[in-house]
């Protein structure tokens, strides 16, 4: 199995940066990609961003895409999400899950999850 813990969520106003990040332990030789998802009350959770678990590449959604960026240290098996220009429909509870996949960007591609951690930007 694997673990994850995400932290560093909180209230910022729009326009305002935060940084995650995601600590992984346990089996972490069956981890292929890190993603990054988030859930607004009443919505679906959609998929943020993804890096291989090499950090050697990443993906992102368009609604991010230029103010979100994915990074990972390799010595720690942390990976970050750090958000610039935050909007007020940023505001989401962050997920960072696993995947043991090559592809895929649906919630049902990836495995193990964290707790999620509450990012709320005020306008």
């Known amino acids: 199995q694997v673990q994850l813990v995400e932290s560093g969520g909180g209230l910022v106003q729009a326009g305002g940066s935060l940084r995650l990040s995601c600590a992984a332990s346990?089996?972490?030789?069956?981890?292929?990609?890190i993603g990054w998802f988030r859930q607004a009350p009443g919505k679906e959770r959609e998929f943020v961003g993804v890096?291989?678990?090499?950090?050697?590449?990443?993906f992102y959604a368009d609604s991010v895409k230029g103010r979100f960026t994915i990074s990972k240290d390799n010595a720690k098996d942390t990976v970050d999400l750090q958000m610039f220009s935050l909007r007020p429909e940023d505001t989401a509870v962050y997920y960072c899950?696993?995947?043991?996949?090559?592809?895929?960007?649906?919630?049902?591609?990836?495995?193990?999850w964290g707790q999620g951690t509450q990012v709320t930007v005020s306008s």
């Open positions: 890096i291989h678990w090499s950090g050697s590449s990443t």
């Open positions: 346990g089996r972490t030789v069956s981890i292929y990609r």
């Open positions: 899950s696993t995947s043991p996949r090559t592809y895929g960007i649906s919630r049902y591609d990836f495995d193990y």
